[in-house]
């Protein structure tokens, strides 16, 4: 995806709808027409083409994002991208091209990304050691899992996560 600066129109809408926590009994008529302001918002903005590229429904971003989505739920399945280029109705070059206008990545570089990062989670929130979390992340190699942690996160997967605890304890 891609940045962009906020309009202060935009930030007005957003803080409107925040607001409405404080008024409950005016959500139920109010928060649809704040967000549908947004929408149009976000939908004429410099990035607009992107996003409506996305939602259209024979896109190629929306299938790219549907795509998305699946990976999210079975990044530990092994990746043939001949099949997920079928799945979204593309040849295996057009897909490839299409998946990294949508995410800077390639398809087996996102799941390496959606991998890595659920392992971290789960070694900081579930206390699990590096070996476990690779393999539950479909890694099949605790050796491989850690020299890619570590180009991706810059240290070794028990130096990353001890030094992350230790920061958070200072924080507290």
Known sequence: MSTGKATSYLINAFNRLIDLVNEPENIPVLSATIKRE???????SEHGMRLRNIVSERSHGNKIASIITWLKSNFAETLHVDTLAKQANMSKSAFHENFRVMTSMSPLQFQKWLRLNE?????????????TAA???GYESPSQFSREYKRFFGNPPLKDVENLLNFHSMQN
């Open 38 to 44: 947004i929408f149009y918002r976000l939908l004429v």
């Open 119 to 131: 392992a971290r989670r789960l070694m900081l929130a579930e206390r699990i050691d590096a070996s």
């Open 135 to 137: 393999f539950k992340v």
